[in-house]
């Protein structure tokens, strides 16, 4: 049996001489995996107690390169710290990692309390949860509900809304769309009559008809921007329990680990949240995992920004363990309805603006810049105290996207 031992990030391979040597790439320093060229037959023993201990290696060298980043983490700052009049003479754009010098200020005095406030306290003191385990690792889990009312269009709202718009269908513009109404075509329904357009018509409305949200979803970001109302009253087509929003809290903005997953589902009249947070580096596939076991692929996902950074940005992660998993949920990515919908009225569309114009004021908080600092903090010291912020910070991020996703049925 032929054994080679490949990065599984630049796929360069490596001889059992030098997998002993080092059980990491010179090209890359992402880990080395056994790959097996060819099968033996007649051997399910052996076969099996390879495979057991290439399991065993892998687990290995996936904490190798989990304590590697631990030991890298805050050598780099990822944000900038400006001061007012700077930020007044700028534009600048909405996910720069910038931060005001009075809030930058304000945030290492808080610092400061709350290490003294809870020095000598455990995390279970400090953040009531529970450790969770899977076949990737272990993290700390951390549940809450919260009272919130979850607005979305009915699904008779949306199909009338949907259907009203011919322009989703290939070919018609706004001047065909004016000549089709005047004949008398005014929904897409209509359409199944025409002798041109009925074979789209017919395409589209089995889809409307059958609630295919993610094929919808695909159909109309060929047609709009991804910032078009239709794409927001899409939602109708789901009912509360199929959403899930989702956020995220990480130490960069690319290749460094994500410190805390947040995954929030609607009910009736409360929005129920579980974090998982990692008590160290090395907590970080199990936490992806455990997050990923809440995503059911018919899931609706909400995010700010998600279909650009979150959610590329945990396929990059997994992809970094040699973790295999499929994301593909229909993604309400409402930063885009957001910049339609508030920027005239709005200084810019960071969160934390909108929240001061949706009226939502936060008891705690730490600006998003500042959640890999107060980590690192955390990890040098061994203090939980700057871990709470973190939490609290991504919690309310959560909350809010579920008041926003609702508001905006309000602006259209």
Wanted: net charge positive; hydrophobic share 35%; aromatic share 10%.
């Amino acid at each position: 049996m032929s054994i080679r031992y490949v990065c599984k990030k630049c796929k360069k391979s490596y001889s059992k001489a030098e997998y002993v040597q080092s059980k990491f790439c010179t090209v890359c320093e992402s880990f080395l995996l056994a790959t097996f060229n060819k099968e033996a037959p007649g051997l399910p023993t052996i076969q099996g107690k390879i495979r057991s201990e290439r399991v065993h290696k892998e687990k290995v060298a996936l904490f190798r390169v989990a304590e590697g980043l631990r030991k890298r983490v805050g050598q780099s700052k990822e944000y900038e710290v400006v001061s007012e009049k700077e930020s007044e003479r700028q534009k600048r754009p909405v996910f720069e990692n910038w931060i005001l010098s009075s809030e930058y200020e304000e945030a290492l005095k808080f610092e400061k309390q709350l290490l003294k406030q809870y020095r000598g306290k455990t995390l279970e003191e400090s953040l009531p949860g529970k450790v969770v385990s899977n076949e990737q690792g272990e993290c700390y889990e951390i549940s809450s509900s919260c009272f919130a009312k979850f607005k979305r269009v009915t699904y008779e709202e949306s199909k009338q809304v949907m259907i009203s718009d011919l322009k989703v269908l290939p070919g018609i513009g706004p001047v065909n769309e004016r000549l089709l109404k005047k004949q008398g075509y005014g929904t897409v329904e209509d359409l199944e009559r025409h002798p041109r357009w009925k074979k789209q018509a017919y395409e589209y409305m089995e889809l409307v008809d059958t609630k295919e949200v993610g094929a919808v979803q695909k159909w109309l970001w060929q047609r709009f921007p991804k910032s078009h109302p239709l794409l927001h009253y899409l939602a109708g087509f789901c009912q509360d329990h199929d959403f899930a929003i989702v956020d995220i809290e990480t130490l960069g903005l690319s290749e460094r680990p994500i410190i805390l997953l947040g995954i929030a589902k609607p009910t009736k009249d409360h929005i129920c949240t579980t974090q998982f947070l990692l008590r160290d580096i090395p907590d970080e596939p199990g936490a992806i995992w455990a997050m990923l076991a809440q995503l059911d692929p018919k899931l609706s996902l909400i995010t700010y920004n998600g279909k650009s950074f979150d959610i590329p940005y945990i396929k990059q992660r997994l992809a970094y363990y040699g973790l295999d998993a499929y994301i593909d949920n229909p993604n309400f990515d409402i930063l885009h309805f957001t910049r339609r919908a508030l920027k005239p009225k709005l200084t810019d569309c960071k969160l934390e603006t909108v929240e001061k114009y949706l009226g939502i004021k936060r008891d705690i908080n730490i600006p998003g810049a500042l959640v890999p600092h107060f980590y690192d903090t955390y990890l040098r010291t061994k203090n939980v105290g700057p871990l709470t912020p973190i939490v609290e910070h991504n919690r309310q991020d959560l909350l809010t996207l579920g008041t926003l996703f609702s508001k905006l049925y309000e602006e259209w």
